[in-house]
């Protein structure tokens, strides 16, 4: 009896002590993620490739660290229960490839499911969540990506909760990702719970569109994660899913835009394209150290519409570190659209109190890369369909 009261109360203490991980994703997380382009298509050799890409190509330098494989990964459980990673296409074992990928510098992410099976029919987390956990930390994971795919009646604030506990119990740091989609609100409960959480449908290749199961394009996914700033911050990021920069379909322009507009709201980039082989323009945009800056200030505010000029251009705003402030000018329209922005008109919201705009303020193109004058003058551009005027404000 007392040895049952001893271990009951240590089960108790572990779990009323429970909490993620603090001092992970102060900034949002850069890296990449399979599902995108390759969708089930993983094996080591690729993805040992990939690591490989992020450092030959510079992208390890200007901030990526995660290299994340995606669901199908696993195939079974064996007799104990414990996960098994599929053994042809990852022959070596997941802790060889953490291994391998850690000897580059790199973090190394896993997804899995707090259903029964993952949304590809491959086994879940469900009821084997401290066990799961139990083996990441041992593979040495360092982020896992936990979808909501056959849950039946699982409540979602209560399953991830379960598998913040188990991560914390494992006592390894890994960064979690919470991934139902948006569908209870995570942004109201998730901040002790996950360090980034999706707050959309999945994102399609493309501009606008929409398919009939949910999926949309990135635009409409940035409109519905625009609202919700107040809730993001250091340690814990609204998600609107991964980029899909470089994957064949959006112009470079669009591609250009997408790029700017994650970094503006301060989202995770994780990238989806075959980063093996950019082209120049797709890496230029991807490894733009001073869009980037604009992700990763340590103030952490997402930036927000301003206003919206006849409805096609629109003026965004992120407050920056050291009194500093981003605006970017987005044309969402199908023309080219000009711009004669006098800034007089707005030092009442840009004033010295705020963000410490003055007539003097230095304006710095974050693409040409180049200072482009000051406030004194109004600041006028032509901007093409589907691009972006990003500029930073400061001394």
């Known amino acids: 009896m007392r040895s049952i009261t001893f271990f009951g109360l240590l089960f108790f203490s572990i779990v009323l002590n429970a909490q993620k991980f603090d001092g992970l994703a102060k900034t949002p997380p850069m890296g990449w993620n399979s599902w995108n382009k390759f969708a089930c298509n993983v094996d080591e050799k690729m993805i040992r490739e990939m690591a490989d890409a992020m450092v030959s190509s510079g992208m390890k330098e200007v901030g990526y660290e995660y290299i994340v494989i995606d669901d199908c990964w696993q195939v079974s459980r064996d007799e104990n229960g414990n996960i098994v990673p599929d053994p042809i296409r990852f022959s070596s074992g997941m802790k060889a490839l953490a291994d391998y ?3 580059k510098g790199l973090k190394f992410g896993l997804y ?12 879940g987390g469900r009821g084997h969540e401290y066990q799961d956990a139990k083996m990441y930390a041992s593979w040495g994971i360092d982020y896992l990506k936990y ?9 979602a604030e209560g399953a991830y909760k379960t598998m913040r506990d188990a991560l914390y119990a494992a006592k390894r740091p890994i960064v979690f990702s919470i991934c139902e989609w948006g569908s209870t609100e995570p942004w109201t409960w998730a901040k002790n719970v996950g360090h980034l959480w999706r707050t959309t449908s999945d994102i399609m290749n493309c501009w606008d569109c929409k398919v009939n199961w949910g999926g949309i394009g990135w635009t409409l ?18 998600d609107p899913d991964m980029l899909q920069v470089g994957n064949g379909v959006l112009t470079d322009v669009e591609s250009r835009s997408h790029f700017t507009m994650w970094s503006m709201m301060a989202a995770p980039l994780i990238l989806g394209n075959d980063i093996r082989s950019m082209t120049p323009a797709i890496k230029e945009i991807l490894t733009n150290k001073e869009i980037i800056a604009l992700n990763q200030d340590t103030l952490g505010k997402q930036g927000y519409r301003w206003w919206t000029l006849d409805g096609n251009i629109e003026l965004w705003l992120k407050p920056l570190a050291n009194n500093e402030i981003a605006l970017c000018f987005f044309n969402r329209s199908e023309v080219v659209k000009t711009i004669d922005f006098d800034w007089n008109r707005y030092f009442s ?7 410490g705009v003055t007539d003097k303020t230095n304006i710095r193109d974050l693409w040409l890369k180049k200072n482009i004058g000051s406030t004194k003058n109004n600041l006028k551009a032509t901007i093409q369909p589907h691009d972006v005027l990003t500029i930073r404000l400061g001394k």
């Open 147 to 155: 979808d909501f795919c056959n849950t039946d009646a699982q409540k």
């Open 221 to 238: 996914i940035m409109d519905k994660n625009e609202p919700l700033g107040k809730y993001a911050g250091p340690g814990g990021w609204n």
């Open 112 to 123: 899995s499911c707090a259903g029964s099976k993952t949304c590809e029919g491959r086994p």
């Open 101 to 103: 990928i850690h000897s």
């Open 349 to 355: 919201h840009l004033n010295g109190k705020t963000y």
